[in-house]
C-alpha cells in the first residue's frame, strides 16, 4: 500500500539560509509523487511533482525537489528561504492506478526574519 | 478560469442541522474530490467522481454524509444530522485525466 511520511512537524529557518522539509514514501509500484503548500485560510496549491525523468524537479516559488529512489525519499529544497514561505506543506503520493493521492501530516514551515 | 469555486466559506450551525456544502470544479475537468481537515486527523479524503460517477467513498464517516454530483460542472456534499465532531474544513479539488490536483478555498463548519 500507498504511504508517505513527513518526520517533522515543524521546520525552523532563518530567511536567507536554505531550507529542507523531508518526505518519505512507501509504493508497490512506480512513484507518483506531490508537494503541496497551504498558506493560512487557504487551499491547497501545488508546487511540484515527480512522474519519471530527472531526480531533482523544479517547481514554483523556486522550491525544488530530490527525488532518491535507494532512499525512498522526496525531499522539498529550496537555497534560500523567504519569510513569505511560511505556510504548511504536505507530500503526497499517487495511489496506483487511482486518481487518489495520499497526503502526509504535513510540515510547518517557520521562516524567521 | 476562476479555479474550484467552494461555497459557503464559513457555515455555522447547530448539532442536529442539515449541512450542505457545495463545489464547482474547473470547466474541463473529470475527477472532483472532497477533503476534510481537521488538526487531529489531517487531511482525509471522503470521497472521489470520475466523470461525475463516484469511485471510492471509502472516506465516507457514516451514512449521515452523502455527495453527489449531478453534472460536470457541480457537486455536493451533505451532512445530515450534523455533529459537534463534524467541525472542519471542507475542501475540494478537481484535476483532469490522473493530473494535478486544484483545491478550493475550503468551507469552514462549526456545528455548536
Known amino acids: 500500500a500507498q504511504s508517505v511520511a513527513q518526520p517533522e512537524d515543524q521546520v525552523n529557518v532563518a530567511e536567507g539560509n536554505p531550507l529542507t522539509v523531508k518526505c518519505t514514501y512507501s509504493?508497490?509500484?512506480?512513484?507518483?509523487l506531490f508537494w503541496y503548500v497551504q498558506y493560512p485560510n487557504r487551499g491547497l496549491q501545488f508546487l511540484l511533482k515527480?512522474?519519471?525523468?530527472?531526480?531533482l524537479v523544479k517547481g514554483s516559488y523556486g522550491f525544488e525537489a530530490e527525488f532518491n529512489k535507494s532512499q525512498t525519499s522526496f525531499h522539498l529544497k529550496k537555497p534560500s528561504a523567504l519569510v513569505s514561505d511560511s505556510a504548511l506543506y504536505f507530500c503526497?503520493?499517487?495511489?496506483?492506478?487511482?486518481?487518489?493521492?495520499?497526503f502526509g501530516t504535513g510540515t510547518r514551515l517557520q521562516v524567521f526574519p | 478560469d476562476a479555479g474550484v469555486i467552494q461555497s459557503p466559506r464559513h457555515e455555522v450551525t447547530e448539532m442536529g442541522q442539515e449541512v450542505t456544502l457545495r463545489c464547482k470544479p474547473i470547466s474541463g475537468h473529470n475527477s472532483l474530490f472532497w477533503y476534510r481537515q481537521t488538526m487531529m486527523r489531517g487531511l482525509e479524503l471522503l470521497i472521489y467522481f470520475n466523470n461525475n460517477v463516484p469511485i471510492d467513498d471509502s472516506g465516507m464517516p457514516e451514512d449521515r454524509f452523502s455527495a453527489k454530483m449531478p453534472n460536470a460542472s457541480f457537486s455536493t456534499l451533505k451532512i445530515q444530522p450534523s455533529e459537534p465532531r463534524d467541525s472542519a474544513v471542507y475542501f475540494c479539488?478537481?484535476?483532469?485525466?490522473?493530473?494535478?490536483?486544484?483545491f478550493g478555498a475550503g468551507t469552514r463548519l462549526s456545528v455548536l
Open positions: 479539488a478537481s484535476s483532469l485525466l490522473k493530473g494535478i490536483q486544484y
Open positions: 515527480y512522474i519519471t525523468g530527472d531526480n
Open positions: 509504493v508497490s509500484g512506480n512513484p507518483y
Open positions: 503526497a503520493v499517487r495511489v496506483e492506478n487511482t486518481d487518489k493521492l495520499i
